[in-house]
């Protein structure tokens, strides 16, 4: 008996509309990366202090997750997203008081913890109850939004912060993605048409059951440890390439587009990778992208001139694009839909302490060993215990596939 898709052109307006939202909300993250020189300069030019403030606006935003993907499963989407972008102004106007503690509450609880919490988590759970045949496809695209925001608004930012202050930048943008967000959210996200379903490899929704032959949540708990070490690992070159050009002498201006570069790759390969995943599913494409993004990782080790460098960063981005919405996918494909809820922000959760790791942990060994060489080793090292538990996953899988 074959079930009727519940796609429609509607599921596709919804999933675009959510990038819009997505995009939106984290541009205001960028205006402390931008502005981090000019804010320091107000703290005594520690720049710890807006380093420090970013680092956990993102943090809260993966713990936030966790509660608000709960909240929006048994309020709706409209609640989660309002509060997080009303909390979004608060926290970039708490920002701009003066203290360094205010500026990490704005940032840490109010824009993170509370803000785009209610928006990240909730709307990857939210587009996968659209979509059951272009799933990975649909995840793919709207977690190209963190990406979006991060070509899109920094050159803003700079240009408002040069005339007007960061300050005023950021109650301006405050200002902004309320008016922007609020009246999208009221007039598209509706809610979505999903049924329960007998999930693949988890039986009946509510059913103590076996996934790929082991206990639900053992699978769960490997698929979440795979989704820190590969994020710990993905996180090293996009918070120290800058940093590392400019140490083999390469231009500060040329580190920065061999980022944009590779952040650029990362969202254009992204898309492919979704219909790729719709194909073979999550397990697979997660071990491919994992093995990419291993291959290009041990290159930052050996390559040392900048044409080289370029075409490296390249390869990374194409490289770990594919693992995140892939994960997601995974879940979905081997966990009840009414376990989403918070399956989805959990593994995020996962994964956004993976990112904040890597990345202090590369500063961290840089600053005992003088060099990045012994940081991006230990990223590659990550990386292969990455693909050694997923690899277990795939073939676990192929073993229980009939012939």
């Not at 697979?284 to 370029?310: R, W």
Request: with cysteine; aromatic share 12%.
């Amino acid at each position: 008996m074959t079930t009727a898709s519940i796609e429609t052109r509607t599921s596709w307006i919804i999933a675009t509309v959510s990038v819009v939202l997505l995009a939106t909300s984290f541009g205001g993250l960028w205006i402390t990366a931008v502005g981090l020189k000019t804010i320091a300069a107000d703290f005594d030019g520690a720049r710890s202090v807006p380093s420090l403030a970013s680092s956990l606006g993102w943090l809260g935003t993966a713990v936030g997750g966790v509660i608000m993907g709960r909240i929006a499963d048994r309020y709706g989407i409209h609640w989660t997203v309002t509060f997080g972008s009303l909390s979004l102004g608060i926290g970039l106007y708490i920002s701009t008081l003066g203290e360094a503690w205010q500026l990490y509450v704005g940032h840490g609880l109010f824009m993170g913890l509370l803000g785009n919490a209610g928006l990240n988590a909730p709307l990857y759970v939210y587009i996968s109850r659209w979509f059951d045949r272009r799933r990975g496809s649909a995840l793919a695209l709207i977690s190209s939004a963190a990406y979006i925001a991060g070509a899109f608004w920094p050159t803003i930012f700079e240009r408002a912060i040069a005339h007007y202050g960061w300050r005023t930048t950021m109650i301006a943008y405050g200002v902004f993605q309320i008016a922007v967000i609020l009246p999208l959210a009221l007039a598209f996200l509706r809610p979505p048409p999903e049924l329960p379903t007998i999930a693949a490899g988890a039986g009946h929704a509510g059913a103590t059951t076996k996934v790929l032959g082991w206990p639900p949540n053992l699978v769960f708990a490997m698929l979440a440890a795979a989704a820190f070490l590969c994020c710990v690992t993905m996180s090293m070159p996009q918070a120290h390439l800058v940093a590392f050009c400019t140490d083999l002498g390469i231009s500060a201006s040329h580190g920065a587009a061999m980022l944009s570069l590779l952040l650029a790759a990362g969202f254009l390969s992204r898309q492919g990778w979704g219909l790729v995943s719709d194909r073979i599913g999550g397990l697979p494409t997660i071990l491919i992208s994992s093995m990419l993004q291993a291959l290009a990782m041990a290159a930052f080790l050996t390559t040392q001139d900048e044409a080289g460098l370029f075409a490296v960063a390249g390869a990374f981005g194409i490289g770990f694009s594919a693992l995140i919405p892939a994960y997601v996918l995974a879940v979905r494909e081997y966990f009840p839909a009414h376990e989403a809820h918070w399956r989805v922000p959990t593994l995020l959760l996962l994964s956004g302490t993976g990112m904040a790791a890597g990345s202090w942990l590369a500063g961290a060994m840089y600053d005992y060993f003088g060099y990045y060489a012994p940081a991006f080793a230990a990223g590659v090292g990550f990386n292969l215990l990455n693909l050694v538990v997923i690899a277990t996953l795939v073939v676990r899988k192929r073993s229980l596939t009939p012939a």
